[in-house]
């Protein structure tokens, strides 16, 4: 999936959020390894979202200097003014099917890339900023493996807009609010006569959250305050807020899902998490269970998906992403009526936009003054 979608609008963006992270973002001279002023409300912002903080300054990594140069993908073409304010001393250069050599070469940092053509060209490049969270094709490219410069992503950024998505697919698909919409075009008052599916409350139900990272964590929260019981599996450990009731290993996937009414899929794609809902775990779920996906597809088995649904092993499933994107035009989910396909939207919203062009900011500043970085990727483990 390309990056996300930066609104080019720049005066929309002048919310709060952005406004805190602007402030004060004067950047250090070319060569000066100072740090520049923290903007006001940089910590709060860190801590709402639960970003991760590196340990160590980036001046320590071997390599490391102020850059001069960083290439950028033109998506973020109108936000370049922004990026100059706060880099008055580097040179950016959009990056083209016109763009020289030369220019490749003499990168010290890249913003929105990582195709291996670049990369093998851009030999002195240490940084590499995502403008998305998944990071899957990213970390295998062969520069990135061999060299492994610092890559940060965008994770959380998108974690209440996602999560909002997911509960909005919970709602439609449970109170099967796409028959009654239909019913509407129609301009038809259904009855008990038609035989309506039945809507069933959230309320006292059991969703089991795969992944309690940022995005899981998000939805957890809102599905407790729908009255929902929260079950969770995380590969980083047991720990979770008081709202989860449980909190389990990924080898406990199974055993939570024979309890779940609802299992939404948060996790990154990763060896471990590729093929994960397969006919093993669609054939021990409850008939009346719906499976959600806003993590990645290609953790689902879609031919294993399709069998479990036209067998009535699930109830249905909300789908904003899938293993082949766009979904083909001859995928059976399209014409299933306890399907619905989002194409990969969820995290597109104008405050995931805010964020995601705040944090960007931020780690410009911060690398450039050699500080900490926000949101490092584990390139080994690949989130």
């Known amino acids: 999936m390309p990056g996300p979608r930066l609104r080019h609008n720049v005066v929309t963006r002048a919310t709060v959020l952005l406004a805190c992270f602007a402030i004060g973002t004067m950047a250090a001279a070319a060569g000066s390894a100072a740090e520049t002023p923290e ?120 974690g209440a807009s996602m999560a909002e998505h997911v509960m909005g697919m919970m709602l439609i698909l449970s109170h099967h609010l796409d028959y009654f919409l239909l019913q509407q075009g129609r301009g038809h008052w259904a009855t008990e006569e038609d035989h309506y ?55 406990e996937l ?13 996790t990154p794609l990763t060896p471990q998490t590729s093929g994960l809902f397969n ?32 067998a009535g092993r699930i109830a249905g499933a909300g789908l904003d992403v899938t293993e082949l994107e766009p979904l083909p035009a001859d995928s059976p989910l399209w014409h299933m009526n306890n399907v619905m396909i989002t194409p990969h939207v969820s995290a597109y919203t104008p405050m995931a936009d805010d964020t995601r062009l705040a944090i960007l900011e931020e780690n410009l500043r911060r690398y450039i003054g050699g500080e900490p970085m926000l949101s490092v990727v584990d390139i080994d483990r690949g989130y």
Request: hydrophobic share 45%; proline share 6%.
């Open 39 to 158: 903007p006001a409300g940089t910590a709060s912002i860190i801590s709402e979202l639960g970003l991760r903080v590196a340990a160590d300054p980036v001046r320590e990594r071997a390599g490391w200097k102020p850059p001069r140069e960083i290439l950028v993908d033109s998506e973020i073409h109108a936000d370049l003014p922004r990026l100059k304010q706060i880099a008055p001393h580097v040179r950016f250069v959009e990056v083209s099917a016109t763009t020289r050599a030369s220019d490749i070469a003499d990168a010290d940092a890249v913003i929105g890339i990582c195709e291996e053509k670049i990369l093998q060209a851009a030999l002195h490049v240490q940084w590499v900023q995502l403008l998305w969270a998944g990071v899957e094709r990213c970390v295998q490219q062969p520069s990135i493996r061999e060299r492994h410069p610092l890559v940060t992503n965008m994770q959380r950024a998108a």
């Open 197 to 251: 599916p039945q809507p069933v409350e959230l309320k006292g139900k059991t969703v089991l959250v795969v992944g309690l990272g940022g995005i899981g964590t998000e939805v957890a929260k809102r599905a407790y305050a729908f009255g929902m019981r929260v079950t969770a599996t995380r590969a980083s450990g047991s720990g979770g807020p008081d709202y989860v009731s449980y909190v389990g290993s990924p080898d």
């Open 254 to 266: 199974l055993k939570l899902a024979k309890e779940a009414d609802f299992v939404v899929n948060c």
């Open 279 to 310: 006919k093993d775990f669609f054939g021990i779920t409850k008939p009346s269970t719906y499976f959600i996906n806003v993590g990645r597809g290609g953790s689902v088995v879609t031919a294993d998906l399709i069998a479990a649904l036209r």
